[in-house]
């Protein structure tokens, strides 16, 4: 985990998970680097906020595989899932709900996060019947953030197919996937209002 800058409450908090992904970024907001993995952004995010001073928002930048074909670009998300939490059986057994789906404020697709870096095909098509896209830490922040009242603005880029080719496709592709959402959040912060 690595903060560069201050938190402060009239100011988002950029959240990204690798430094790859965020290497293009100009901003004067505080950048939270949290590494790879559910566990790993639940806890950097949630050491931060626990700090005392509370960001306007979040803003979860980073690139995502696509799970349905023609999927490309830059998308908000507007629900996050986990894809590797067993939320039914676990309340089938315990009779509470963990896990549940959270909804965001965009209005692009579901995307779904788990501790595992799909290129499997066949996992692939399972996850496409409840989700467009797939990253490993868009749940997990925006869960620990909302434990804190904290908004999240989730942004993805798609980086691969999710499929036998992802691992040569996200390293061959994160740079300009990091270029494109450094233009994003430049442009974001240009026409955001200031609250």
């Known amino acids: ?5 201050t938190v402060t409450p009239d100011r988002p908090l950029i959240v990204v998970a690798l430094r790859e992904e965020a290497a293009h970024l ?21 050491r931060v906020l626990a700090a005392g001073v509370l960001p306007r928002e979040i803003v979860n930048l980073g690139t995502a595989g696509a799970l349905r074909p023609g999927l490309a670009g830059v998308h908000e998300i507007s629900r996050v899932v986990q894809h590797d939490f067993d939320t039914a059986t676990i309340r089938a ?8 789906a959270l909804d965001l404020p965009g209005a ?4 779904a996060t788990g501790d595992v870096f799909v290129s499997d095909p066949v996992l692939r098509a399972a996850l496409a019947e409840h989700a467009a896209l797939v990253d490993m830490e868009g749940y997990a922040v925006a869960a620990a953030a909302a434990a804190y009242g904290v908004p999240v603005r989730m942004i993805k880029h798609v980086s691969d197919e999710a499929d036998g080719a992802a691992v040569t496709g996200w390293a061959e592709s994160v740079d300009a996937c990091a270029r494109i959402l450094a233009a994003w959040l430049s442009e974001w912060q240009h026409t955001a209002p200031a609250r």
């Open 26 to 46: 100009d901003t004067a907001h505080p950048v939270l680097l949290t590494g790879v993995g559910k566990v790993n952004a639940a806890l950097a995010v949630s």
């Open 108 to 111: 692009g697709p579901v995307l």
């Open 1 to 5: 985990m690595t903060l560069t800058g």
């Open 93 to 100: 057994v315990t009779g509470h709900t963990f896990g549940e």
